[in-house]
């Protein structure tokens, strides 16, 4: 499986331009990012060019899907985000559910729904895809809405859409409790894409959770053909960490 390296949570240090430099001296052809200032984009997106390195992902301007009364602010900030997009060559749109507001879950997933169903016309005309990806709300992210990722599958179902899927976050699942095989093999043709990070806080994975390797396998044998997003913070220096990864993953 080809695996794209998150730069937030390992080249925080560095411009992105350079971080894709560093990306592809590692031997990685893929890269992810959450935002990115406005004058970065530009020797961002040369510096992609120039490596060969496929930006799989970026995140919306909002992510309050819960929230009706941000719907707009939610459209106009996901319009620009998939102009950035296609300037970079970049396919997918991050976004999460936002957080829990206090209405009545089904008020909530209704909220949801309209946001989705107002973002898939403009999604279809840009030819992105948006990735609803859940949260652990038992550590990280607790005040969060959407943490289980059965309602994710659930809503993406619901459209049906090839612009519209899951971001299965192994990490967060495996937070959550959940059994992440069973998922991705139930749910492989609605995932956009992978994340994963070790349990033991969000580091390196090569003793907490041995059986990614695994994981990724049964993804594959389940039909996934997308990238999996190394997003965790490296106790390890990043180059030894990175190379460590590739190692074990591949």
Wanted: include cysteine; charge should be negative; aromatic fraction near 8%.
């Amino acid at each position: 499986m080809r695996l794209s390296v998150c730069i937030p949570m390992f080249f925080r240090d560095v411009s992105p331009a350079q971080a894709v430099e560093h990306i592809s001296a590692l031997g990685f052809d893929a890269a992810e990012v959450w935002r990115l200032r406005a004058e970065d984009t530009e020797p961002f997106g040369e510096a992609l060019s120039r490596h060969g390195v496929t930006l799989t992902g970026m995140c919306t301007g909002c992510f309050e899907m819960t929230d009706p009364a941000r719907r707009n602010e939610f459209i106009e900030k996901l319009d620009a985000a998939c102009e950035t997009a296609r300037r970079l060559g970049c396919t997918n749109l991050i976004t999460q559910s936002g957080k829990d507001s206090g209405a009545s879950r089904e008020a909530q997933l209704d909220s949801m729904r309209g946001t989705a169903a107002a973002a898939l016309p403009l999604l279809e005309t840009h030819g992105i895809r948006l990735l609803l990806e859940p949260l652990n709300t038992r550590i990280d992210h607790k005040d969060a809405f959407l943490g289980a990722s059965a309602d994710a599958f659930a809503l993406v179902r619901e459209f049906n859409s090839p612009y519209f899927s899951v971001l299965y976050d192994i990490y967060h699942a495996r937070i959550m409790g959940e059994d992440c095989g069973a998922v991705i093999r139930g749910h492989a043709v609605h995932i956009g894409h992978l994340h994963l990070a070790g349990t033991n806080g969000r580091h390196e994975f090569r003793e907490s959770d041995p059986d990614y390797p695994e994981l990724l396998r049964t993804a594959e044998a389940a039909g996934y053909r997308g990238f999996c997003g190394l997003e965790y913070a490296p106790l390890l220096p990043r180059e030894e960490s990175l190379a460590l990864a590739k190692k074990i993953l591949r």
